[in-house]
């Protein structure tokens, strides 16, 4: 079993940076895929980056490629999200994933442990 714990949310102005961390209990996230998703109001929960246990990474291309960076840090068992040029459309709650994959997903019954999320807010 894994526990997942996310911070770095809050309430920040577009254009600014904002640094999310998840970081795992339980067992030693080298064993897993990760990645992060995110839910606005009214919308369904999205695909944003992930990052295989190599270091590989994938991400919404649409969205977040150029502005986001997944990394991961097996030591601290821990896994990031550095979000630059903040726009009010990535206002969302944002979760952390881990899951036992071969590679790398950008789908989210592949990932078999999910965090509670953190709340980004970025205003105009």
């Known amino acids: 079993q894994v526990q997942l714990v996310e911070s770095g949310g809050g309430l920040v102005q577009a254009g600014d940076s904002l640094r999310l961390s998840c970081v795992a209990s339980g067992r030693t996230l080298r064993s897993y895929a990760m990645g992060w998703f995110r839910q606005a109001p009214g919308k369904e929960r999205e695909f944003v980056a992930a990052?295989?246990?190599?270091?590989?990474?994938?991400y919404d291309a649409d969205s977040v490629k150029g502005r986001f960076t997944i990394s991961r840090d097996n030591a601290k068992n821990t896994v990031s999200l550095q979000m630059n040029s903040l726009k009010p459309e990535d206002t969302a709650v944002y979760y952390c994933a881990a899951g036992v994959i071969h590679g790398i997903s950008q789908q989210e019954r592949n990932y078999d442990y999910w965090g509670q999320g953190t709340q980004v807010t970025v205003s105009l």
């Open positions: 990052i295989s246990r190599s270091g590989g990474r994938i």
